[in-house]
């Protein structure tokens, strides 16, 4: 059985509508960075040891505070800002060889649960798949949920399996109303992942690498993509100084 799992963290990015000249990952909740309180949820799970760090923008400042907080973890630079598949692409040459399996996270989203980050490993690793993902299945996008509004959307066949997954800016207006989204944690088998990320191409309307479309590549290929429901809470993130003051709300 193939068991072991490295954890990608996915913490580039410039946090340009926080209207702050910091990485996004470093904006505080609750006077603790973002990614601060993801690595911390990441050593609760035991997975993962030394887990991967995609910095990019500003990178010595993510660095410095992972250094500062004593989360240990290796760096890989992503400098050019190409899409979540691009850097995931970025740790291949690193990791090719060290596990069996992938997981990815995010370092603006900085709520879910150790016992969560687990549940996705292990069913990944009991169902033998290629991909497992994690979804939010929600009631609506009023309230609180609002922040949800841009979040990929899930497309299931007449079966209920996962098909694809499309993009809010990519979506027609009936995908848009589908309330099954996709915060894009994902748990791959790793010699599948490095093999089909050659295969994505930037032909949408962002002209980036989306690590999501190995969802439409895997069923193109006959490739089942196993789910896991999870508590919405834990899928949020934050763009915005709006988003932000949500995740406060639920953050201790």
Known sequence: MKNTTKIIVLAAGKGTRMATELPKVLVQVKGRSMISRLMEAIEKSGIDPEPVVIVGYKKELVIEELKKTNHKCHFISQDEQLGTGHAV??????????????LILYGDMPLIHPETIRKINDKHIKSGKKITMATVKLPDFKDWHINFVNFSRIIRNKEGQIIKDIQFKDATDEEI????????????????LWHELSKIKKNNVQEEYYLTDLIKIATEEGVETESIDIEPHEALGANTRAELAILEKFST
């Open 177 to 192: 109303k589908i309330t099954e989204v996709n915060p894009c944690y994902f748990c791959f088998d790793a010699e599948w």
């Open 89 to 102: 692409n970025m740790a291949k040459e690193y990791l090719i060889d060290k596990g069996d399996n992938i």
